[in-house]
C-alpha cells in the first residue's frame, strides 16, 4: 500500500530556509493532492498547504509569503521550503495525501524539526 | 485560537460511550463542508477516522461513528477500550481561507 516517508534536516537556524521531502513509496504520485501539516509541540495541527501532482498549488494564509510547494513526479517525491524560520516554527512536520474529499488518508510517520541557533 | 471548536478533553470509563462536538461556522461545516475526524495515539501520526462526516474507512471499529447537524459535528465511540485513549481532530475546509482547518484537539482519557 501507498506509504509516505518525511526527509530532511532536524535542526534549522533561525532566518534559514527549513526543507522537506515526503516520498511517495507503493503507489503512483500521479493524480492526487499532497500535502503538509504540522504539530507544535504539546499543540494541535495546522495545515500548511497542498501540492497536485500537475504542480498547481495552495497555501495557508497565514503562511503563504514564506511557503514554497513542489512536486518531483519523476522521482515520486514533493517538497516543502519554509523561508525566515522562527523557533514559532519548531513542529513535527507531517506529509499526507489528500483526497478530492479534503480528507488526509495516508500520513508519513512525520519529521520534528527544531529552529535554534 | 482554532477555526473549528473542540472541548480540549472528554473521559469515561471501559464500555461507556462518549461523544467529541466539533463547532464550526457558515464559512466551514455550515456551509456544507465535510468533516472529517483523526485519531492521535500518543507518539504517532494522525489516523484518519471518519471521512464525509459519517463513513469509516476500512479496519475502523463500528464503535467510532460521526455525524453532522448545521454548523456542527459529532464523533461518538461506544464500548470504550483503554487503547482508545489518544486525541481527536475535526477537520473541514474552510471556504474563507481556501483551505482545511483543524479543530484544535479532544484528548479522550479511559478512566
Known amino acids: 500500500q501507498v506509504q509516505l516517508q518525511e526527509s530532511g534536516p532536524g535542526l534549522v537556524k533561525p532566518s534559514e530556509t527549513l526543507s522537506l521531502t515526503c516520498t511517495v513509496s507503493g503507489g503512483s504520485i500521479r493524480s492526487y493532492y499532497w500535502s503538509w501539516i504540522r504539530q507544535s509541540p504539546g499543540k494541535g495541527l495546522e495545515y500548511i498547504g497542498y501540492v497536485y501532482y500537475s504542480g498547481s498549488t495552495s497555501y495557508n494564509p497565514s503562511l503563504k509569503s514564506r511557503v514554497t510547494l513542489s512536486v518531483d513526479a519523476s522521482k515520486n517525491q514533493f517538497s516543502l521550503k519554509l523561508s525566515s524560520v522562527t523557533a514559532a516554527d519548531t513542529a513535527v512536520y507531517y506529509c499526507a495525501r489528500e483526497r478530492g474529499i479534503k480528507a488526509f488518508d495516508i500520513w508519513g510517520h512525520g519529521t520534528m524539526v527544531t529552529v535554534s541557533s | 485560537q482554532s477555526v473549528l471548536t473542540q472541548p480540549p478533553s472528554v473521559s469515561g470509563a471501559p464500555g461507556q460511550r462518549v461523544s467529541i462536538s466539533c463547532t464550526g461556522s457558515?464559512?466551514?461545516?455550515?456551509?456544507?463542508?465535510?468533516v472529517h475526524w483523526y485519531q492521535q495515539l500518543p507518539g504517532t501520526a494522525p489516523k484518519l477516522l471518519i471521512y464525509a462526516n459519517t463513513n469509516r474507512p476500512s479496519g475502523v471499529p463500528d464503535r467510532f461513528s460521526g455525524s453532522k447537524s448545521g454548523t456542527s459535528a459529532s464523533l461518538a465511540i461506544t464500548g470504550l477500550q483503554a487503547e482508545d485513549e489518544a486525541d481527536y481532530y475535526c477537520q473541514s475546509y474552510d471556504s474563507s481561507l481556501s483551505g482545511s482547518v483543524f479543530g484544535g484537539g479532544t484528548k479522550l482519557t479511559v478512566l
Open positions: 457558515s464559512s466551514n461545516i455550515g456551509a456544507g463542508y465535510d
